[in-house]
T-cell receptor, first 112, second 111 residues
Framework: NAGVTQTPKFQVLKTGQSMTLQCAQD?????MSWYRQDPGMGLRLIHY???????DQGEVPNGYNVSRSTTEDFPLRLLSAAPSQTSVYFC???????????FGNGTRLTVT | GQQLNQSPQSMFIQEGEDVSMNCTSS?????WLWYKQDPGEGPVLLIA?????ELTSNGRLTAQFCITRKDSFLNISASIPSDVGIYFC???????????FGTGTRLQVTL
């Protein structure tokens, strides 16, 4: 089992560019989520999904889109990158809503 | 929204010392979790607590889900250099889809 796999590991974007952060899990988990981690602020929830075809907003959803066409994949799209989106992004999954999360190793994004 | 106040923010201790950190909230939760994050990696689950009053150990780690359901603590006994990292508490109401995280405790262990 690979667990939760995130790609890329690092990315640099210019303001206004778009990109997709990939997340895949091989544990057949129903629940998947995206967090961003900023210094001194812990982890903040961006979007989450309780199953294929179902997504919802978290605490800081603005500027991000998600979709969940399969159980395994949960990509995060930045539509028009801004410097405020410079952060480390973590994808996490769980067997069910409310269950303990398994995290990927993160994508470090810099927007210049 | 729900907030978890985690303290201390950082700790510098000597190898062999015991460590204690805690999380408090004004909200009631049904689940408390403790994670550790090593540099360049994602958080890894250390201990999960599902019942008020529960005291659970995992090796040198002990965590409690306090009876008030508003707080939790994590103790590490006889610290070693590989305990270095950031420790996060997290909690939810059980049925909620959203896990709330504390701001983390950065632990440094000196020889």
């Amino acid at each position: 089992n690979a667990g939760v796999t995130q790609t890329p590991k690092f990315q640099v974007l210019k303001t206004g560019q778009s990109m997709t952060l990939q997340c895949a899990q091989d544990m057949n988990h129903e629940y998947m989520s995206w967090y961003r981690q900023d210094p001194g602020m812990g982890l903040r929830l961006i979007h989450y999904s309780v199953g294929a075809g179902i997504t919802d907003q978290g605490e800081v959803p603005n500027g991000y889109n998600v979709s969940r066409s399969t159980t395994e994949d949960f990509p995060l799209r930045l539509l028009s990158a801004a410097p405020s989106q410079t952060s480390v992004y973590f994808c996490a999954s769980s067997y069910a809503v409310g269950g303990p999360l398994h995290f990927g190793n993160g994508t470090r994004l810099t927007v210049t | 929204g729900q907030q978890l106040n985690q303290s201390p923010q950082s700790m510098f201790i000597q190898e062999g010392e015991d460590v204690s950190m805690n999380c408090t909230s004004s909200s009631i939760f049904n689940t408390w979790l403790w994670y550790k994050q090593d540099p360049g990696e994602g958080p890894v689950l250390l201990i999960a607590l599902y019942k008020a009053g529960e005291l659970t150990s995992n090796g040198r780690l002990t965590a409690q889900f306090c009876i008030t359901r508003k707080d939790s603590f994590l103790n590490i006994s006889a610290s070693i250099p590989s305990d270095v990292g950031i420790y996060f508490c997290a909690a939810n109401t059980g049925t909620a889809s959203k896990l709330t995280f504390g701001t983390g405790t950065r632990l440094q262990v000196t020889l």
